[in-house]
């Protein structure tokens, strides 16, 4: 089991998909030799209905926009220069995103992947939502990486939490081919927080 198909969805506006995040999908791919995909949003801003704070917001909605599509052009171009230099296959979609709109409305384009990146800011209420949607509605392992952190991938220590239950056992399925290349790897288990059946619930998965 490895993987082969990673997606990294880009934000572009509010808190933008840092180049640290990028850098890191990319160093994923690498790592596997696996091919990059790559969801850009090409963001429309629907400004209110009421006749008088609609003129006043459709401008700042039209600069909004262009700094979007800016972002977007220049992360673009970052990805492919980092994927020639890296020797990875990558293709980029551009999406169409409304804002206002449901934060699950692009996880439907990561659920052929094998594993998913998501950039983590720090702030951000809605890119936090957004983050929630992917991890719940997309279906597929997704890794959060911190836009604070500049570090490529790397599995040298790798926890597990564990509590014995169905989603523990398909988690680490998912990270099987991670946990393969892992020099140590930890079983954690918290006590006292919900009832957990079995007295020693990590001994067989650390088997």
Do not use: N
Not at 83 to 91: D, Y
Not at 105 to 115: C, K, L, M, P
Not at 131 to 147: K, S
Request: hydrophobic share 45%.
């Amino acid at each position: 089991m490895t993987y082969r198909r990673i997606h990294l969805h880009l934000c572009t506006h509010g808190s933008p998909t840092s180049v640290a995040t990028v850098d890191y999908a990319c160093a994923l791919a690498a790592s596997f030799r696996a091919s990059l995909r790559v969801t850009s949003p090409r963001l429309t801003v629907h400004a209110p209905s009421h006749w008088l704070a609609g003129r006043m917001l459709a401008g700042m909605a039209r600069d909004l926009e262009k700094d979007a599509a800016a972002k977007a052009s220049e992360l673009e171009a970052h990805i492919r220069q980092k994927a020639e230099t890296s020797g990875i296959g990558v293709e980029i979609l551009a999406t169409p995103e409304v804002w206002p709109q449901r934060s699950d409305a692009v996880t439907v384009q990561g659920i052929a992947a094998d594993i998913c990146v998501l950039g983590l800011p720090h702030a951000d209420a809605d890119q936090r939502l957004a983050v929630e949607a992917w991890l719940f509605g997309a279906g597929r392992p997704c890794v959060l990486h911190p836009d604070s952190r500049a570090e490529p991938f790397r599995a040298d220590a790798v926890a597990i939490a564990w509590d014995g239950s169905r989603s523990s056992a398909r988690t680490v399925a998912d990270a099987l081919p991670i946990l393969k290349r892992a020099k140590r790897v930890d079983v954690i288990t918290i006590t006292g927080e919900k009832h957990i059946s079995i007295d020693e619930p990590g001994a067989a998965l650390a088997s």
